[in-house]
Structure formats: C-alpha cells, structure tokens
C-alpha cells in the first residue's frame, strides 16, 4: 500500500491547501443470491493445522535468527551485535517469531457458516457525499448515473440498505442522515421502485452549503454513532466517499478505519471505496488530491476511482465490486501463510474453492457450491493480538 506521506508530498499540497483556507469551496455471497450468514465461531479443535514444535525454527534462530545471519552469520562475528546480528537478521528482525507473526504468537481459529438458499445476499452502503461549494456538478453526475449502480442489485434480489450523510463535520451537522434510510432499501424499491429510485436521486443532491472543511472519514464514524440501528450483524457494510478535495478530519486514516472494523464480527465483512481527485484539473484551483480517502480505501481492499471520469462507467464497476463480495465467506481473521482447511458438513474439501488473501474470504466454484443447509467450517491459524 503506497503512503503519502513524505515531506515532498505535504509541500506540493502546502500552496492549495492555503488557497483553500482563504477561499473555501464555494467558489461558484450468493449465486443467485443466496447468503452464507456467519453463524458464530466454535471452539476448534485441539488439533487444526500442525504447529512446528519450535516455531522459531523457520526464518528465527535457526533461519535468518542467530546462527543464521545472526550472530554466527553476519552477527556478533561478521557486521556485529546490531549490524547482522541480533538486531538485524536475528531475533528482532526474522527472529523468534520466525517472520511468521510480527505481533502475537500463531493461534487457532475457525470460522462456521450456513448455506442458505432462501436468503439473499445482504449489503448495506453508506454514501458520504461533499456537500461543499464546488460539487453540484459531481452530486447531478452521481445521481444521473444512479441506475448504473443499482440496476444489478434489483435484478439479483439483493437485500441492501442504503444511507447518505455529507462531509460536513461542524457540530450539529455531522453524520446527520439525508433522506431517511428506511426508505432506500430493497423493501422499499419492491414496493414502489420508481419512487425509491426518485428518492435516492434527489436525496444524493445534498447541496453546496457545507462546510469548505471536508471530513468524511470522521463524519461517516458519526453516521454510525447516530444510527447505530443500520448496521445489520450478518450484512456486508460499504462505505462509498465522493469528494473532489482532501479529508481534513482531526485523528488518521486507520484510527477511522479501526473504529469502522469495530462494527463487523469479521475484517472481510467492511470495504470502503472511494470517487475522489486522483488528478488534479488546472482549471479547477479548489481541488486537492484525496490522499487519504485512497489510503483508507486501500486498507479495506476496496476500490477507488478518480471523480473526473466518467460517473456511469465508475457506479457500474463499483456495483459490480459489491456484488462480487455477496458471492464469498468472509474471515475473521487472516489465516498465516493462507493455510486453511475446508469442511462441508464433517467432510474436508480438498479442491472447488480458493482462497483471496486482499478479501480475507473463501470462494466456491460455480460448480463446488455447498448445497442448501450445509454448514461450512474454515479452519486455521492467526496471529493472535
């Protein structure tokens, strides 16, 4: 994951941030659908996946530890205590641990899930809209395109939940709803499609009186403060931001982040994608590149796109991204070295499935899906915390 954060960067951003300050922004799982719902994590058993009898054997001591480059190596007797040694090659660097966890010691775990074919996959979205000055244009651009979007997610059956809030962070604004978000589910759109496709496309205009001072990242932690009751325990939750200038909020990008996993059993469970500048446009000055959004997107494994191009071809790839997540199980935690055992109702499967390391989930082949009823067991290690 690329970080911006070198001194480099902040000087190339200094001269329009200032400009910024002074002029503000108003310068005018499921094929075919059905959900493996996570049903909770058994104890495992004593015995899930062997466990080395001195785990330090493998890149530590042994390894690239002491007598490795460590202190026999190009340790105490080749560059030294701090050179190859200890510090270096040894029981710090691919030391006692033996690489395998930087934190923590290997752990066991597993994850149970139920294949059920007569639920839908579920999804719930959170759009986080810059409602500064500078973004009528983008906020007619996003809901134009809105059937782009969606269009798939009525046609599968999917059970979504939308809500949108602004980037406004000013008391009393902050993570405020826009438009009432029991009305932008698939219920709604079932029961009256055109009228949910009406609201969402005039409550995704949220207009140009926000504040200049775009937090997105904090605002949206806000939303889920204030409506806590959105959130569904066995739904996937997306966050899309849509900004044409840099998050300013107080705290970093993974403070935001971690408190946005708090929300979910599992890590696979949340992305956040991003429609944000990637590259600036010299006829619009206001602009600055939305560092941070990306950043948190990357650490979700999400997907981010620049806001100047084009907004239907952008919704229909994000849609598409969404819906590719309801067709996995995801994890709770990252099994070490990807090692995981599979079993479909006591048996273990061997082949039919892969395993996707950025998504921490499980996918079946189209022709290696657990029947109805079955109940899927993952076995493996993590590093504990």
Known sequence: MKKFTSSTLRMSLAYPLIILLMTGCNQQEFYEKSFLEGVGVPDAPDEILEIPDNPTAGGGNTGGGNNGGGNNGGGNNGGGNNGGGNNGGGNNGGGNNGGVCSVGAPTNSSDTFNQNTAQE????????????????????????????????????????????????????????????????????????EQQFLDNFKDWIRVGTRGSGREMGLYTSTRFFERYPEFVRDDAFLVLVYVSDEQDQSANSVESYIDTLFDLKAKRGQLKTYSIVTQNIDPNKRWETLGTRYVEATNLTNGVAADIHQDFYQTLTDMGGSILDLLDTF????????????????????????????????????????????????????????
């Open 121 to 192: 996959g579920k999804v719930d979205i959170l759009w986080v809209i810059d409602d500064s000055g500078s973004m009528g244009d983008e906020q007619a651009s996003l809901s134009y395109n809105f059937d782009a979007f969606i269009s798939e997610f009525l046609i599968r059956d999917v059970d979504f939940k939308m809500g949108i809030t602004t980037t406004d962070g000013r008391s009393g604004y902050d993570g405020i709803s826009k438009g009432q978000f029991n009305m932008l589910t698939a219920q709604a759109a079932k029961d009256d």
């Open 330 to 385: 995801p994890l709770s935690g990252a099994p070490i070295n990807g090692d995981i055992r599979i079993t479909v109702n006591g048996n273990e499967v061997n082949q039919g499935w892969t395993y996707d390391a950025s998504n921490h989930s499980i996918r079946f082949d189209a022709n290696a899906i657990p029947n109805a009823g079955s109940i899927v067991i993952a076995y493996y290690q993590k590093c504990s915390e």
